[in-house]
């Protein structure tokens, strides 16, 4: 007998109708003694099993419940009640494991409504619910479409490492990796730690992006992405930040800041599209749950469109151009910022701008997607490629409602003597990245990137508000639990 996921029955059961088929999964809830809604996570949607007690031994029906594993055999028909379209009568059920009743009913599996927190806290176990399969299942999708872009696109994926010594921001917001024995640390003739004893011979960290990395590879594979976790030790406990989140950085050889702007531009409505089209039952799902989540808050705050119709208008309007010059002369004009709303007052050309901006920018004003470019020199990373003016760099940033900035990029500096000029201005070690101002020496071209918050970005499309909901196991300070 033929073992199938739930999904794939659903999809395509006529030809097995009366026949005989095996599904195995966990209890959602069993009714009456007779109806079990069985799911094994292939799909938000349950399959009704349809049990005549008469048919099994007592002790077995005792021991089926909520969050119970079985194996099930059965003959598929189509279903005498309204609400699914097939269902199993069952000739043999097996439990497959433990379920120990009395611990599951103080656990998120227990079928009522829990708070995020109380999710979270069983982080483990939250796959089992409709919301966190919904939001996996579609945190999957994102991850496949992005691929599928490059691809499409003659992007090669790349994999840059984890473990670096440089520090690509110039943040210095690092993870350090060590193996020394922390309360033994070597020092040297000056007394201060000795990294030429330390494994790598050096001081390293976990990476804060691989751009730098990734540049090398597309001054000569052309195209290239990376696609891997990031780490940043910035302290900031809010429900845009993450110390581990996974980033996404395609590098383009012989692009400039339009280019990278078409493209960034271009990916993300693919990859919305992506989903629109192919997880239509897990948004349907959560499009409800942001429904029920407006009516909770209080009018003012409540969003102007759907889950569904937002993500389908992001796809239809071209996003917003707008300098980062602009902008502000937007945001010093704002009622906003007259009336002293917001709580960092913009108060002239140069400040930097926080989240708060952002999303009156495009939420209030712009009611779009905004991309901003042409930001002051001195707020940004050191590779950015100057402009004319003397002040700016050719630096994007793409903003989407709710969510603030989704998308942080670039053209780079390719001019060596600029470049060098800058990093000492900035007090970038040009020892420690002369591999990188190489690349400066011998054919250097015009080019372009640009890194996505895969986080950031299933935050927006599946509508949940706080990043930790959106990741299986966050890291966050002080928290590294499961
Ligand atoms: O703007 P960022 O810092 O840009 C870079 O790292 C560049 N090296 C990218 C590049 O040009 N190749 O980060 C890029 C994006 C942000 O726009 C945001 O979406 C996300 O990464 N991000 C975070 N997401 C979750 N938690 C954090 N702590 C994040 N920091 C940045
Ligand atoms: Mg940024």
Known sequence: MEKTTIKKLLGDYKKLIHHDITVQGWVRAFRSNRFIALNDGSTINNLQIVVNFEDFSEELIKNIHTASSLKITGELVESQGSGQSIEVLAKKIEILGDNFFEEMQTTILQPKKHSLEKLREQAHLRFRTNLFGSVFRIRHAVSFAIHQYFNQNEFFYLNTPVITGADAEGAGEMFGVTNFDL??????????IDYEQDFFGRKTNLTVSGQLEGETAAMGLGRIYTFGPTFRAENSNTTRHLAEFWMVEPEVAFNDLEDNIDLAEDFLKYVIKYVLENCKDDLAFLDNRFAEEQKTKPEKDRAKEGLIEKLENVIEKRF???SYTEAIEILLNSKENKKGKFQFPIENWGTDLQSEHERYLVEKHFESPVVLFDYPKDIKAFYMRQNEDGKTVAAMDVLFPGIGEIIGGSQREERYEL???????MHVDE??????LDTRKFGSVPHAGFGLGLERLVLFVTGMSNIRDVIPFPRTPKNAEF
Not at 183 to 190: G, I
């Open 183 to 192: 309360n033994n640390l070597p020092k040297n003739e000056e007394g201060e």
């Open 320 to 322: 917003k151009r707008v």
């Open 419 to 425: 470049l060098k000029t800058r990093m000492q201005e």
């Open 431 to 436: 020892k420690e990245l002369w591999w990188y």
